[in-house]
């Protein structure tokens, strides 16, 4: 029989080994102040602002989604029906794989903080995405309605100055918008006696020069000369009043601005973005090499570039205009 002291200390030894697993038990489910916690730990982690406003977005709309019903844990099946969801609101499937690459970041985040159990984790790290059929087609301007659009904001008032330097750079330079927003007047110099934007710091930190055509450096003059900007951000807001308001131009300006002047021309879902893929397939048309336009752009792989040219697919003559059956005139 063993003596009472002996079991006294197996009981206390036990005690000491259940507590140790109880503390080092994740959570299944995560309250709102974990998933905001674990939200900025996913997004300290990018360092591309694009990527950060895209995450924040996708994370936003799933805390939303997980917090308007009681959900027993965050697991697989959870996000699995998260998905479901996003089809249900006929999202399309590039769309959908964005919001579950973040909902598996934030899982990936909530582990290693210690939050969540691993295998969650894991489970949620298999979820699969949406299956993209097909290739969706862009929206290009034509070289004329590309010269409508950049000549038609007014040349006698200081913001048509503005906004048709706006669209000067990014039909003519396929600028972002970010990039475009933080344009300083220090990254125009000239190079090879030509004028380029010099060391410009792109989506994910890539650097590039980009070479500014000589109508599009008179047109940035024109504005710089009204404005009286001498130093600093290349854009500023200009007031209903029509004078300048602060030191720089948000991204959210541009946009309106694009939407503004596209809407003039009857041209509808127009984005700023559309404006950088019409410049790569205008420079291809004109006899611009593949490699020059990558260059331009500041894509790593050449098959982003082309997908900027629309190379899948061609309406304009198009293979099956003229096949030999078609009515006599």
């Known amino acids: 029989m063993p003596s009472l002291m002996a079991c006294r200390l197996e009981a206390a030894f036990m005690r000491r080994k259940a507590k140790g697993r109880n503390s080092n038990r994740q959570k299944t489910k995560l309250g709102l102040p974990d998933l905001e916690h674990v939200k900025s730990a996913v997004l300290v982690s990018l360092r591309s602002p694009e990527s950060q406003r895209s995450y924040q977005h996708s994370i936003d709309d799933f805390v939303a989604w997980y917090c308007s019903a009681p959900r027993l844990s965050f697991n697989k099946t959870v996000v699995i029906r998260y998905r479901i969801s996003l089809e249900d609101r006929q999202l399309a499937p590039g769309t959908i794989n964005v919001r579950l690459a973040a909902v598996r970041r934030l899982a990936y985040e909530a582990a290693d903080s210690g939050l969540l159990s691993p295998d969650l984790a894991a489970g949620i790290r298999r979820v699969k995405g949406a ?62 006696d030509h004028w380029a934007i010099v060391d410009l710091i792109g989506k994910a930190g890539h650097v590039r020069t980009i070479p500014v055509p000589t109508w599009v450096k008179q047109t940035i003059d024109d504005w710089l000369t009204t404005a009286d900007v001498a130093h600093g951000r290349l854009f500023r807001r200009v007031c209903r009043t029509g004078k300048i308001w602060g030191t720089e131009m948000t991204e959210k300006v541009v946009w309106h601005v694009v939407k503004q002047y596209a809407s003039k021309l009857g041209i509808l879902k127009l984005a700023p973005h559309d404006l950088r893929r019409s410049c790569a397939r205008l420079c291809h048309s004109a006899g611009g090499e593949l490699e020059q336009i990558q260059f331009l752009l500041g894509h790593v792989s050449v098959q982003t570039t082309e997908k900027y040219l629309g190379c899948k697919q061609r309406l304009r003559e198009a293979v099956n205009d003229k096949i030999g059956i078609e009515p006599n005139p």
């Open 131 to 192: 299956k993209k059929l097909g290739c969706r087609l862009g929206n290009w301007l034509t070289a004329e309605e590309a010269r409508r659009l950049w000549q038609l904001p007014d040349p006698t008032t200081l913001k048509g100055k503005r906004d048709r330097a706006i669209f000067a750079l990014l039909l003519g330079c396929g600028l972002r918008r970010r990039e475009l927003t933080e344009l300083t007047l220090d990254h125009f110099q000239r190079r090879e």
